[in-house]
Protein backbone atom coordinates (compact mmCIF):
# COMPACT_ATOMS: atom_id res chain seq x y z
CA UNK A 1 0.00 0.00 0.00
CA UNK A 2 1.65 3.19 -1.19
CA UNK A 3 0.97 5.77 1.75
CA UNK A 4 0.20 9.30 0.28
CA UNK A 5 2.55 11.94 0.76
CA UNK A 6 2.46 13.88 4.14
CA UNK A 7 2.68 17.07 2.28
CA UNK A 8 -0.27 17.02 0.39
CA UNK A 9 -1.90 15.78 3.32
CA UNK A 10 -1.32 18.64 4.73
CA UNK A 11 -2.51 20.49 1.58
CA UNK A 12 -5.69 18.78 1.69
CA UNK A 13 -6.73 19.72 5.63
CA UNK A 14 -5.65 23.18 4.91
CA UNK A 15 -8.09 23.43 0.90
CA UNK A 16 -10.84 21.49 3.14
CA UNK A 17 -10.74 23.43 6.60
CA UNK A 18 -10.49 26.73 4.82
CA UNK A 19 -13.58 26.03 2.36
CA UNK A 20 -17.32 26.90 3.15
CA UNK A 21 -18.94 24.97 0.55
CA UNK A 22 -17.85 22.17 -1.15
CA UNK A 23 -18.73 20.05 -4.51
CA UNK A 24 -17.79 16.31 -4.89
CA UNK A 25 -17.84 15.72 -8.62
CA UNK A 26 -17.68 12.21 -10.16
CA UNK A 27 -17.71 10.97 -13.72
CA UNK A 28 -20.57 10.79 -16.41
CA UNK A 29 -22.55 7.40 -16.06
CA UNK A 30 -20.88 7.19 -12.49
CA UNK A 31 -20.21 2.96 -11.94
CA UNK A 32 -20.15 1.44 -7.90
CA UNK A 33 -16.87 3.25 -7.12
CA UNK A 34 -17.66 6.57 -9.01
CA UNK A 35 -20.66 6.50 -6.71
CA UNK A 36 -18.99 4.97 -3.76
CA UNK A 37 -15.99 7.31 -3.48
CA UNK A 38 -18.79 9.91 -4.35
CA UNK A 39 -20.57 8.96 -1.15
CA UNK A 40 -17.88 8.07 1.15
CA UNK A 41 -16.52 11.88 0.60
CA UNK A 42 -19.81 12.96 1.03
CA UNK A 43 -19.96 11.38 4.56
CA UNK A 44 -16.55 12.10 5.69
CA UNK A 45 -17.11 15.83 5.33
CA UNK A 46 -20.60 16.36 6.52
CA UNK A 47 -19.30 14.36 9.80
CA UNK A 48 -16.53 17.07 9.77
CA UNK A 49 -19.86 19.58 9.69
CA UNK A 50 -18.72 20.91 5.90
CA UNK A 51 -21.06 21.96 3.56
CA UNK A 52 -20.72 19.74 1.02
CA UNK A 53 -22.79 18.05 -2.38
CA UNK A 54 -22.18 15.13 -4.51
CA UNK A 55 -23.21 16.53 -7.95
CA UNK A 56 -23.63 13.54 -10.13
CA UNK A 57 -24.08 13.98 -13.99
CA UNK A 58 -26.36 10.87 -14.36
CA UNK A 59 -28.45 8.90 -11.73
CA UNK A 60 -26.49 5.88 -10.20
CA UNK A 61 -26.86 2.62 -10.90
CA UNK A 62 -29.56 0.69 -9.52
CA UNK A 63 -27.19 -1.82 -7.73
CA UNK A 64 -25.64 0.89 -5.90
CA UNK A 65 -28.36 3.10 -5.32
CA UNK A 66 -28.57 1.53 -1.51
CA UNK A 67 -25.78 3.91 -0.65
CA UNK A 68 -27.63 6.83 -1.38
CA UNK A 69 -30.61 5.59 1.18
CA UNK A 70 -27.81 6.63 3.51
CA UNK A 71 -27.17 10.50 2.30
CA UNK A 72 -28.77 13.02 4.07
CA UNK A 73 -31.74 14.68 1.82
CA UNK A 74 -30.89 17.41 -1.05
CA UNK A 75 -26.98 16.17 -0.64
CA UNK A 76 -26.73 14.25 -3.84
CA UNK A 77 -27.52 16.55 -6.54
CA UNK A 78 -28.33 14.62 -10.77
CA UNK A 79 -27.71 16.89 -13.09
CA UNK A 80 -29.40 15.48 -15.62
CA UNK A 81 -32.79 15.34 -13.27
CA UNK A 82 -32.02 19.19 -11.90
CA UNK A 83 -29.43 20.74 -14.05
CA UNK A 84 -30.14 24.64 -11.91
CA UNK A 85 -29.36 22.97 -8.66
CA UNK A 86 -26.06 21.51 -10.05
CA UNK A 87 -24.95 24.24 -11.62
CA UNK A 88 -25.43 26.10 -8.79
CA UNK A 89 -23.97 24.09 -6.20
CA UNK A 90 -21.18 23.97 -8.27
CA UNK A 91 -21.38 27.83 -8.40
CA UNK A 92 -21.47 28.81 -4.73
CA UNK A 93 -18.73 26.38 -3.90
CA UNK A 94 -15.26 27.16 -2.94
CA UNK A 95 -13.51 23.92 -2.91
CA UNK A 96 -14.15 21.09 -5.81
CA UNK A 97 -13.12 17.79 -5.11
CA UNK A 98 -13.07 15.17 -8.18
CA UNK A 99 -13.34 11.37 -7.39
CA UNK A 100 -12.47 8.92 -10.48
CA UNK A 101 -12.25 10.36 -13.66
CA UNK A 102 -9.07 11.95 -15.17
CA UNK A 103 -10.20 15.13 -16.74
CA UNK A 104 -13.01 17.32 -16.30
CA UNK A 105 -13.75 16.12 -19.97
CA UNK A 106 -15.37 12.94 -18.24
CA UNK A 107 -18.25 14.78 -16.71
CA UNK A 108 -19.20 16.02 -20.14
CA UNK A 109 -22.16 18.71 -19.55
CA UNK A 110 -20.71 19.72 -16.25
CA UNK A 111 -17.18 20.05 -17.84
CA UNK A 112 -17.62 23.97 -18.64
CA UNK A 113 -18.58 24.89 -14.88
CA UNK A 114 -16.00 22.72 -13.27
CA UNK A 115 -13.33 23.77 -15.34
CA UNK A 116 -14.58 27.59 -15.16
CA UNK A 117 -14.87 27.63 -11.43
CA UNK A 118 -13.03 29.95 -9.48
CA UNK A 119 -12.90 26.99 -6.76
CA UNK A 120 -9.60 25.24 -5.92
CA UNK A 121 -9.85 22.23 -7.57
CA UNK A 122 -8.61 18.76 -5.66
CA UNK A 123 -8.39 15.20 -7.86
CA UNK A 124 -8.49 12.11 -6.57
CA UNK A 125 -8.09 9.08 -8.96
CA UNK A 126 -6.30 5.73 -10.51
CA UNK A 127 -7.23 6.19 -14.46
CA UNK A 128 -4.05 6.94 -16.55
CA UNK A 129 -2.71 10.05 -17.50
CA UNK A 130 -4.16 12.18 -14.82
CA UNK A 131 -4.73 15.95 -16.46
CA UNK A 132 -2.54 17.64 -13.88
CA UNK A 133 -2.31 21.13 -14.72
CA UNK A 134 -6.16 21.76 -14.20
CA UNK A 135 -6.04 20.97 -10.67
CA UNK A 136 -4.78 22.76 -7.53
CA UNK A 137 -3.90 19.42 -5.57
CA UNK A 138 -3.49 15.94 -7.39
CA UNK A 139 -3.99 12.26 -5.71
CA UNK A 140 -3.27 10.29 -8.62
CA UNK A 141 -2.13 6.13 -8.53
CA UNK A 142 -2.80 3.72 -10.82
CA UNK A 143 -1.50 1.01 -9.27
CA UNK A 144 -4.54 0.31 -6.57
CA UNK A 145 -7.72 -1.47 -7.25
CA UNK A 146 -9.82 1.54 -7.28
CA UNK A 147 -10.56 5.53 -6.36
CA UNK A 148 -11.84 3.87 -3.13
CA UNK A 149 -8.82 2.13 -1.98
CA UNK A 150 -6.89 5.58 -2.89
CA UNK A 151 -9.71 7.91 -0.80
CA UNK A 152 -9.52 4.85 1.78
CA UNK A 153 -5.90 5.46 2.50
CA UNK A 154 -6.46 9.68 2.31
CA UNK A 155 -8.82 9.85 4.71
CA UNK A 156 -6.90 7.31 7.00
CA UNK A 157 -3.66 9.43 7.11
CA UNK A 158 -6.39 12.73 7.81
CA UNK A 159 -5.22 13.38 11.41
CA UNK A 160 -9.26 13.13 12.70
CA UNK A 161 -9.16 8.78 11.86
CA UNK A 162 -5.97 8.81 13.48
CA UNK A 163 -4.82 5.74 11.50
CA UNK A 164 -7.84 4.34 11.92
CA UNK A 165 -10.52 3.35 9.44
CA UNK A 166 -13.01 2.35 12.31
CA UNK A 167 -12.97 6.11 13.07
CA UNK A 168 -14.61 6.93 10.15
CA UNK A 169 -18.53 7.52 9.92
CA UNK A 170 -19.83 3.85 9.08
CA UNK A 171 -21.63 5.05 5.82
CA UNK A 172 -18.68 6.45 4.66
CA UNK A 173 -16.97 2.37 5.11
CA UNK A 174 -19.55 0.87 3.85
CA UNK A 175 -19.42 2.82 0.50
CA UNK A 176 -15.73 2.47 0.14
CA UNK A 177 -16.12 -1.28 0.01
CA UNK A 178 -18.97 -1.35 -2.26
CA UNK A 179 -17.07 1.46 -4.43
CA UNK A 180 -13.67 -1.18 -4.53
CA UNK A 181 -15.48 -4.58 -4.51
CA UNK A 182 -17.61 -3.62 -8.04
CA UNK A 183 -14.54 -2.20 -9.40
CA UNK A 184 -12.73 -5.12 -8.93
CA UNK A 185 -14.71 -7.21 -9.60
CA UNK A 186 -15.34 -8.59 -6.36
CA UNK A 187 -11.85 -8.82 -5.97
CA UNK A 188 -11.17 -10.91 -9.62
CA UNK A 189 -9.43 -7.81 -11.59
CA UNK A 190 -6.48 -5.27 -10.01
CA UNK A 191 -6.40 -6.18 -6.45
CA UNK A 192 -3.41 -5.04 -4.55
CA UNK A 193 -1.46 -5.97 -1.40
CA UNK A 194 -3.39 -3.24 -0.13
CA UNK A 195 -6.67 -3.76 -1.45
CA UNK A 196 -6.95 -6.64 0.69
CA UNK A 197 -5.66 -4.71 4.08
CA UNK A 198 -8.41 -1.87 3.13
CA UNK A 199 -10.79 -5.47 2.84
CA UNK A 200 -9.46 -6.48 6.11
CA UNK A 201 -9.75 -3.39 8.08
CA UNK A 202 -12.84 -2.72 7.36
CA UNK A 203 -14.39 -5.93 7.87
CA UNK A 204 -12.97 -5.82 11.11
CA UNK A 205 -14.51 -2.12 11.93
CA UNK A 206 -18.07 -3.91 11.23
CA UNK A 207 -18.37 -3.46 7.47
CA UNK A 208 -21.59 -5.55 6.71
CA UNK A 209 -20.11 -7.36 3.56
CA UNK A 210 -22.66 -9.86 2.66
CA UNK A 211 -25.19 -7.02 3.23
CA UNK A 212 -22.94 -5.53 0.48
CA UNK A 213 -23.13 -8.46 -1.75
CA UNK A 214 -26.47 -9.37 -1.55
CA UNK A 215 -27.19 -5.64 -2.82
CA UNK A 216 -24.91 -5.61 -5.59
CA UNK A 217 -24.98 -9.37 -7.05
CA UNK A 218 -28.10 -10.98 -5.70
CA UNK A 219 -30.76 -8.00 -6.42
CA UNK A 220 -30.73 -8.49 -10.01
CA UNK A 221 -34.15 -8.66 -12.40
CA UNK A 222 -34.82 -11.75 -13.88
CA UNK A 223 -34.21 -9.62 -17.44
CA UNK A 224 -30.48 -8.96 -16.92
CA UNK A 225 -29.89 -12.84 -16.87
CA UNK A 226 -31.76 -14.16 -19.57
CA UNK A 227 -30.30 -10.77 -21.72
CA UNK A 228 -26.86 -12.10 -20.82
CA UNK A 229 -27.67 -15.65 -21.66
CA UNK A 230 -29.01 -14.43 -25.22
CA UNK A 231 -25.92 -12.07 -25.90
CA UNK A 232 -23.93 -15.01 -25.15
CA UNK A 233 -25.81 -18.07 -26.60
CA UNK A 234 -26.60 -15.78 -30.08
CA UNK A 235 -24.54 -12.15 -29.92
CA UNK A 236 -20.75 -13.48 -28.80
CA UNK A 237 -17.93 -13.28 -31.63
CA UNK A 238 -14.42 -14.92 -31.31
CA UNK A 239 -12.02 -13.83 -34.07
CA UNK A 240 -9.25 -15.75 -35.01
CA UNK A 241 -6.75 -13.40 -32.93
CA UNK A 242 -8.22 -14.22 -29.85
CA UNK A 243 -10.88 -11.29 -29.64
CA UNK A 244 -14.28 -11.80 -28.44
CA UNK A 245 -17.02 -9.02 -29.21
CA UNK A 246 -20.83 -8.89 -28.58
CA UNK A 247 -22.81 -6.57 -30.12
CA UNK A 248 -25.87 -5.08 -27.98
CA UNK A 249 -28.47 -2.87 -30.47
CA UNK A 250 -31.14 -0.85 -29.36
CA UNK A 251 -33.72 -2.64 -30.66
CA UNK A 252 -32.49 -5.68 -28.28
CA UNK A 253 -31.94 -3.45 -25.27
CA UNK A 254 -35.36 -2.04 -25.39
CA UNK A 255 -36.90 -5.41 -25.89
CA UNK A 256 -35.84 -6.75 -22.97
CA UNK A 257 -36.67 -3.85 -21.18
CA UNK A 258 -32.50 -2.98 -19.81
CA UNK A 259 -31.90 -0.06 -17.44
CA UNK A 260 -28.95 2.39 -17.10
CA UNK A 261 -25.76 -0.21 -16.09
CA UNK A 262 -27.72 -3.43 -15.81
CA UNK A 263 -25.35 -4.60 -18.75
CA UNK A 264 -22.42 -3.92 -16.25
CA UNK A 265 -20.20 -6.86 -16.14
CA UNK A 266 -21.54 -8.17 -19.55
CA UNK A 267 -17.82 -7.90 -21.11
CA UNK A 268 -16.20 -9.46 -18.57
CA UNK A 269 -17.73 -13.36 -19.30
CA UNK A 270 -15.65 -13.91 -22.76
CA UNK A 271 -12.15 -13.33 -20.92
CA UNK A 272 -13.30 -16.94 -19.12
CA UNK A 273 -12.56 -18.35 -22.74
CA UNK A 274 -8.56 -19.75 -22.76
CA UNK A 275 -7.69 -18.26 -25.76
CA UNK A 276 -9.41 -15.23 -26.08
CA UNK A 277 -7.14 -12.25 -25.16
CA UNK A 278 -9.81 -9.29 -24.79
CA UNK A 279 -12.89 -8.47 -24.81
CA UNK A 280 -15.06 -5.90 -26.64
CA UNK A 281 -18.85 -5.02 -25.27
CA UNK A 282 -20.73 -2.65 -27.86
CA UNK A 283 -24.04 -1.12 -26.43
CA UNK A 284 -25.79 0.84 -29.33
CA UNK A 285 -26.70 4.17 -27.46
CA UNK A 286 -28.40 7.81 -28.92
CA UNK A 287 -25.67 8.57 -32.17
CA UNK A 288 -22.91 6.13 -30.61
CA UNK A 289 -21.88 2.98 -30.07
CA UNK A 290 -20.38 2.65 -26.09
CA UNK A 291 -17.58 0.65 -25.80
CA UNK A 292 -16.16 -1.71 -23.07
CA UNK A 293 -12.91 -3.43 -23.49
CA UNK A 294 -11.48 -5.75 -20.80
CA UNK A 295 -7.93 -8.00 -21.54
CA UNK A 296 -5.52 -10.36 -20.18
CA UNK A 297 -2.03 -9.53 -19.57
CA UNK A 298 -0.17 -8.51 -22.27
CA UNK A 299 -2.40 -7.05 -24.12
CA UNK A 300 -3.69 -3.41 -23.44
CA UNK A 301 -7.09 -2.56 -23.20
CA UNK A 302 -5.82 1.17 -22.94
CA UNK A 303 -4.15 1.17 -25.79
CA UNK A 304 -6.59 -0.34 -28.41
CA UNK A 305 -9.43 1.67 -26.56
CA UNK A 306 -6.97 5.33 -27.85
CA UNK A 307 -6.18 3.84 -31.07
CA UNK A 308 -9.47 2.73 -32.43
CA UNK A 309 -12.00 3.83 -30.04
CA UNK A 310 -12.34 7.16 -28.93
CA UNK A 311 -11.20 6.52 -25.64
CA UNK A 312 -9.26 5.11 -22.71
CA UNK A 313 -8.94 4.41 -18.76
CA UNK A 314 -6.93 1.51 -17.38
CA UNK A 315 -4.45 -1.27 -18.71
CA UNK A 316 -6.73 -4.35 -18.66
CA UNK A 317 -10.07 -2.01 -18.48
CA UNK A 318 -11.22 0.81 -20.61
CA UNK A 319 -13.67 2.49 -22.49
CA UNK A 320 -14.67 4.57 -25.57
CA UNK A 321 -16.86 4.82 -28.34
CA UNK A 322 -18.01 4.60 -31.94
CA UNK A 323 -20.36 7.41 -33.43
CA UNK A 324 -23.01 6.59 -35.26
CA UNK A 325 -23.19 7.47 -38.25
CA UNK A 326 -19.40 7.88 -38.48
CA UNK A 327 -16.55 5.37 -38.42
CA UNK A 328 -19.56 2.98 -38.80
CA UNK A 329 -23.22 3.37 -39.84
CA UNK A 330 -24.51 0.26 -38.20
CA UNK A 331 -23.93 -2.70 -36.05
CA UNK A 332 -22.77 -4.75 -39.00
CA UNK A 333 -20.10 -2.65 -40.16
CA UNK A 334 -19.59 -2.02 -36.25
CA UNK A 335 -18.74 -5.64 -36.33
CA UNK A 336 -16.62 -5.56 -39.46
CA UNK A 337 -14.40 -2.35 -37.83
CA UNK A 338 -13.96 -4.33 -34.73
CA UNK A 339 -12.47 -7.61 -36.48
CA UNK A 340 -10.19 -5.19 -38.96
CA UNK A 341 -9.14 -3.24 -36.53
CA UNK A 342 -8.37 -6.12 -33.52
CA UNK A 343 -6.28 -7.98 -36.20
CA UNK A 344 -3.78 -5.25 -36.94
CA UNK A 345 -4.00 -4.04 -33.54
CA UNK A 346 -2.92 -8.05 -32.00
CA UNK A 347 -0.79 -8.83 -34.38
CA UNK A 348 1.25 -5.23 -34.71
CA UNK A 349 0.08 -2.66 -32.87
CA UNK A 350 0.02 -3.95 -29.40
CA UNK A 351 3.10 -5.96 -29.89
CA UNK A 352 5.11 -2.98 -30.85
CA UNK A 353 4.29 -0.41 -27.90
MN1 LIG B 1 -12.75 3.51 -10.70
Excluded at 218 to 225: C, H, K, N, P, T
Excluded at 235 to 263: C, F, H, M, P, Q
Amino acid sequence: MKVPDQSDIVSLVEMTASSSAITISTHIRPDGDAVGSSVAMLHFLLAQGKDAYVILPHHAPETVGFLLESVPEGRIIVHEDTPEPALGAILRSDLIISLDYNDFKRTEALQEALENSKARKILIDHHLDPSLGKFDLVFSQTQTSSTCELLFNILKALPQTKGDASNLPIECRTALMTGMTTDTNNFANSVFPGTLQMASELLASGVDRDAILGRLYRSDREQRLRLKGKLLYENLRITSDGVAYIILDRKTLESYGIKEGETEGFVNEPLSIRDVKMSIFLKEDKEKFRVSIRSKKGVSANLCARLHFNGGGHELASGGSLPVPGTVKDAVEAARYIEETTHIFINKENETR
